[in-house]
């Protein structure tokens, strides 16, 4: 059963706490993404990546950092840098070549909630 | 500046109602354009079109894009109550793969 998933589906910090998502997807997809998304503010993209030990800086990076050790996983660590980290976050992940490339594939999210 | 504008931001109408909703886009090196619909939790694809004018339908829904004019529309025909919530429009700039997302409408659907 292919698909995304996104652990944990909640999760509360206390400020000044690094904290990490993950996300993993068995679609054997090339790219992966990570957003943030707001009320009224729609997805906007951290950081994503095309390639194993690659990755590049979205439209608001700054407080987040990643990782691509492995094609299937993509974890996302929200630093203590990051001003305003409560937010519902979600992974995608798309084919790059081929039948449907570039359609992005969403995980369930993860609400994180700093108290 | 690529950017996906959509209209309206909220609508609420009736069972049985049919409504279309918009997507502009202006997106550098343009690839697709994409509509997704997001319930309570994550987003869940519904579309992909190209500039090849070609309407693609699934059930009571439907969306075509015109290349000229830069836009998409999506219908819903029959509406349901099932069919409340959040459609997202997102253009793809094919030099970096990104997506340019739209802020999305919200569809409230009547009993």
């Known amino acids: 059963d292919g698909g995304i998933t996104q652990s944990p589906k909640y999760l509360f910090r206390k400020e000044g706490q690094n904290v990490t998502l993950s996300c993993e997807q068995n679609l054997n997809h090339d790219a992966m993404y990570w957003y943030r998304q707001d009320p009224g503010q729609g997805l906007r993209l951290i950081y994503y990546s095309q390639i194993v030990n690659d990755f590049q800086k979205g439209d608001i990076a700054e407080g987040y950092s990643v990782s691509r050790e492995k094609k299937e996983s993509f974890p996302l660590t929200v630093t203590s840098a990051q001003k305003n980290p409560t937010a519902f976050y979600l992974c995608?992940?798309?084919?790059?070549?081929?039948?449907?490339?570039?359609?992005?594939?969403f995980g369930p999210g993860t609400r994180l909630t700093v108290l | 500046e690529d950017k996906v504008v959509q209209s309206p931001l909220s609508l609420v109408v009736h069972e049985g109602d049919t409504v279309t909703l918009n997507c502009s886009y202006e997106?550098?090196?343009?690839?697709?354009l994409l509509w997704y619909k997001q319930e309570k939790k994550a987003p869940t694809f519904l579309f992909m079109l190209?500039?090849s004018g070609i309407e693609k339908k699934s059930g009571r829904l439907s969306s075509i894009l015109d290349k000229k004019e830069l836009f998409s529309i999506l219908n819903i025909t029959a509406t349901q109550t099932g069919d409340s919530a959040i459609y997202l429009c997102?253009?793809?700039?094919?030099?970096?793969?990104?997506?340019?997302w739209g802020l999305g409408t919200s569809l409230a659907v009547n009993p």
């Open positions: 997102a253009g793809n700039a094919g030099n970096n793969r990104k997506l340019i």
């Open positions: 190209t500039s």
């Open positions: 997106v550098t090196n343009f690839r697709s």
């Open positions: 995608a992940s798309s084919k790059l070549a081929g039948v449907g490339a570039d359609t992005q594939y």
